[in-house]
Every structure is written in C-alpha cells, then in structure tokens.
C-alpha cells in the first residue's frame, strides 16, 4: 500500500500535468488536433519530449538564479533523435515547428505565465509563423532553442525563436501568436500585460515584424 501510495503521488506530480500540457501544445500550433505521422511515432515523440520539458521545469524552474518573467529569454535543450530524421538523415522542417511549440510552452511554464492564463479561462493560437534555416542538424547532435517576446500591438503578440548549435545559428523563427477566451473573444493586450506583469524593456514591435506580419495576413476576403 505505501508503494501504490508513492507511485499515486509520483503520479499526481508528474504525469497528470503532463496530460494537461498535451493540450497546450496543441493550442500553441493553432490546431485542435495532434499531427498525425506514420504509424503515431511524431506525437509520441511530441509528448515524450514534453513530459521531460514538465519534468525539467518542476525540477529547475529558475534560470539565472532567478526565475524569468514573460520578457526574458529562455533556452530549451534539445538532442536530435531517429524520430526526428527525414529520409535524408537531417532534422524533417516540420520538426522545428513542434519544438518551437516546446519552446514557447518553456517559457510561460518558467515565467508562471501559463498559469495565470489558466486561471482566466484564456489559450494561446498561432496566427501566422516563418522560419528559415541555414543549417542541418543530424542524429545525436545536441542544441538549444532561445525564445524571446519581440514585442506586443494591438492585434497579436510577436515572438522570435532561434535554434542555436554551439554558438551557431542553424534557423530561427518568427510567430505571431493570440490569446483567446474559451468563452469567446480575444484578450486585449492591456489584459495580457497584467497578467504577465510590467515589462522593463520597450515591447513596441519592429518595423520589420509589422511589414511581415501584413504580408503573411489571409484578407477577410479571400475564400
């Protein structure tokens, strides 16, 4: 009984949150639905790397000595696996979607963010993303992911989210992502800023984000 015990809270402090996180991750690529990939082998990988995730923040919330808030950046470890591989024997471009998932999910994990959303019945939705890579990565290598707010207007928040090999950028991502209510509505950025708490850097968007944030919009127009 003291062994069931121990394996019920081992349970309730580990596996359980994971389950929940499963469903942010999917929130976070804008779908309702996990990707689908030959014989179930991607989202198992997906989830395996978000229990260590889960268990990793548990373990190491801080970062720094301190823990990060919403506007600091936050790097997420990764090691290339078989799972990961396309036919070429290089990391498949979809790949660096999921773990740009992770990454974001590391975040507001680290900086308490996702759960003073939770408390507001609010999720987060990607809108619109484009990465562009430079190099490959190959079974077994080892590399980070640096994932920082850009900045905030109006309509979305923007993030820039970076793959880094020993100092080396290998492709880098820029996401437009909103916060919605599950009643309904979209959460104004005034809100998101109190629940994230003041910023202490300027988190007006760049020029170059609102001129590709406009060529990547879908017009209400189009079918």
Known sequence: MQVYSASLRWREALIEPVSRECDVVRFLQGSGRPAVTAGGIGPVNLYFRLFLLQLRVRLR???GGRRP????????????????????????????????????LDLMLRSGFWGAIAERDWYPVVSAQTITYKRSLTLGQRFELVTRVLGMDDRAAYMEQTFVRRGTVVARAVVQARFLRRAGGTVPPSELLEAAGASDRDLTVPEWVHAWAGATRISSSAG
């Open 61 to 63: 919330p801080s970062v």
């Open 69 to 104: 808030s919403l506007w600091d950046e936050v790097r997420t470890p990764f090691r290339v696996t078989l799972t990961d591989l396309d036919p070429l024997r290089h990391v498949n471009n979809g790949k660096y979607l999921s773990m740009l998932d992770l990454g974001r």
